[in-house]
């Protein structure tokens, strides 16, 4: 109804409403078990810190309650939501995935899933304890800094930061074994998200 198709991520496990104005990263890791749970989301908040440095000093990472998908590693600014991360493991590898809003409105976001778990739920007793979403404690980067930002821009800033790191920027196409791996990966979240959604499901 507004506008919104369903899709169940691969990590994280509360809802999040991503649009033109929020942005999505990750951070790939080939690992053999070195790097703990802990350790990879502070990976993901110092990664945070530095890209968006030109702009604020002023992130901690804590549970911000009240907010939607909430964790100890949501990213905010005088108690004001922007960012959550979350992973996924497998073996021999980890992404550390984060939902970056930039742009507002990211109260209208919050109330959009607000209004999800209430029609979902309706007042029945759950075996799950479903966060109660207050929009007061959310906002989108632009508005808490009060200064004009664009996904672009931290998009532009993240390939500077990477260049001035000493990494080459790579838009190599797929080989074809990463291919066929990319399209037995999406015929999985297909099936997982036709299993889960049923009639709701739009491929």
């Not at 919104?4 to 990263?25: C, F, K, M, Q, T």
């Not at 998908?69 to 493991?89: H, T, W």
Request: with cysteine; aromatic share 8%.
């Amino acid at each position: 109804e507004q506008g919104y198709p369903p899709i169940v991520r691969n990590s994280g496990g509360l809802a999040v409403a991503l649009d033109e104005g929020v942005l999505n990263l990750s951070l790939l890791i080939n690992d053999q078990g070195s790097v703990g749970i802990h350790e990879g989301y502070e990976k993901m908040v110092s990664f945070m810190k530095a890209l968006l440095s030109d702009w604020t000093d002023q992130i901690k990472a804590f549970e911000v309650v009240g907010s939607y998908c909430p964790g100890d590693y949501d990213l905010s600014i005088d108690g004001k939501k922007f960012a959550g991360i979350s992973q996924r493991r497998i073996r021999n590898g980890i992404a550390i995935q984060i939902y970056l809003s930039v742009t507002a409105d990211h109260q209208s976001r919050a109330r959009l899933i607000r209004e999800f778990y209430q029609r979902g739920i309706q007042g029945e007793e759950t075996r799950f304890n479903y966060p109660k979403v207050n929009p007061d404690v959310m906002e989108a980067l632009e508005t808490i800094l009060a200064v004009p930002i664009t996904v672009d821009d931290v998009v532009a800033k993240l390939v500077e930061l990477l260049t001035d790191s000493g990494l080459e920027i790579a838009n190599n196409q797929l080989t074809n074994a990463e291919k066929v791996t990319f399209m037995k990966r999406r015929e999985l979240m297909l099936e997982r998200n036709q299993k889960t959604l049923g009639d709701l499901f739009e491929p």
